[in-house]
């Protein structure tokens, strides 16, 4: 699956602003509860889709830094 089919299934909007090319430009909104249910979509993602590998483990962090 990938990204913006992940954002949309937790209940995000996805727009799509601009096709240049062959390249597609989005931009995603919605609500804090969809944002947490993305997130832990993509924490619950054991393979990184791109090479192929384990995810590594990062800790949780709170807040920007």
Known sequence: M???DMARESGM???LDARIGREEY????????ALEKFADAIRQT????RTGSE???R???RGLK
């Open 2 to 4: 990938n990204i913006i």
């Open 26 to 33: 989005h931009s995603v909104c919605g609500s804090l509860s």
């Open 13 to 15: 909007a996805v727009i």
């Open 55 to 57: 995810r590594r483990k």
């Open 46 to 49: 054991p393979v990184n889709h």
């Open 59 to 61: 800790p949780l962090t």
